[in-house]
């Protein structure tokens, strides 16, 4: 059965337009798999802690190893990990915060990155191991980035999803969010249009 997994990172919660988005595209993409499962993550209202010293150390130690608290805390680590190895397609909604990814997002990001359980190193490089999934990155911007070389945040999120191996990434813009109402309902239309072309990708 085919699997979504929906991230939410905006501080408005599933009303926030990246997560109303983010919805939309799920929505459609359940329309064309109507057997499968689509979960939901709100960073936001269940923020994932920064990882610790003793947290970072944990994640190479052996199990046995480990103290309760380091293996508590790298079986949360697990559980995100199995969570998104379990998904075909991640739809992350995405808000830019200060030039950047929302933190909470970071601290994700900071989790599931895992030396020998979601990306190695060959003596060719690193290799992502979480192959064969797509991501769809739908971002909100108050102001205007894109094509313009001010945008850090969208290569920044590619190269991270390309390293664990999440080759296949798709982006979906709605900017110009905070320049008056017009340009706001502007963005949200050309982000439906954008997300609508994405129907054609079967996955
Ligand atoms: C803490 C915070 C920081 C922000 N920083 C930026 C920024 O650096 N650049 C920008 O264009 N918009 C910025 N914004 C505006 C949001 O990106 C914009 O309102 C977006 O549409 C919010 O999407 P959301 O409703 O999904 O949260 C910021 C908003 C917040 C709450």
Do not use: C
């Not at 799920?26 to 209202?45: F, I, N, Q, S, T």
């Not at 199990?63 to 680590?77: C, F, I, K, L, N």
């Not at 909100?140 to 991270?160: E, H, K, M, S």
Request: charged share 20%; no cysteine.
């Amino acid at each position: 059965m085919k699997s979504l997994l929906q991230i939410n990172t905006s501080l408005n919660g599933s009303d926030g337009l990246s997560s109303v988005l983010a919805s939309e595209y799920a929505a459609r993409w359940k329309a064309r798999h109507p057997g499968g499962e689509v979960h939901v993550r709100d960073l936001a209202a269940e923020p994932v802690p920064h990882i610790d010293a003793a947290t970072f150390a944990a994640f190479g130690l052996s199990p046995d190893a480990r103290t309760p608290q380091q293996r508590e805390a790298v079986g949360y680590s697990d559980e995100l990990i199995a969570e998104l190895k379990a998904a075909d397609v991640v739809v992350l909604g995405l808000p830019m915060h200060n030039f950047s990814i929302p933190s909470v997002l970071k601290a994700y990001f900071d989790q599931v990155a895992r030396a020998g359980v979601t990306f190695r190193y060959t003596e060719a490089g690193p290799e992502g191991l979480l192959k064969g999934k797509r991501a769809v990155l739908v971002q909100t911007r108050g102001g205007r980035y894109r094509d313009n070389g001010t945008d850090t945040q969208t290569p920044y999120v590619i190269g991270f999803l390309n390293f664990l191996g999440i080759a296949d990434v798709d982006v979906v813009y709605a900017e110009g969010t905070a320049m008056g109402a017009e340009q706001l309902n502007e963005a949200i239309a050309d982000a439906r249009r954008q997300i609508k072309s994405l129907d054609a990708l079967a996955a």
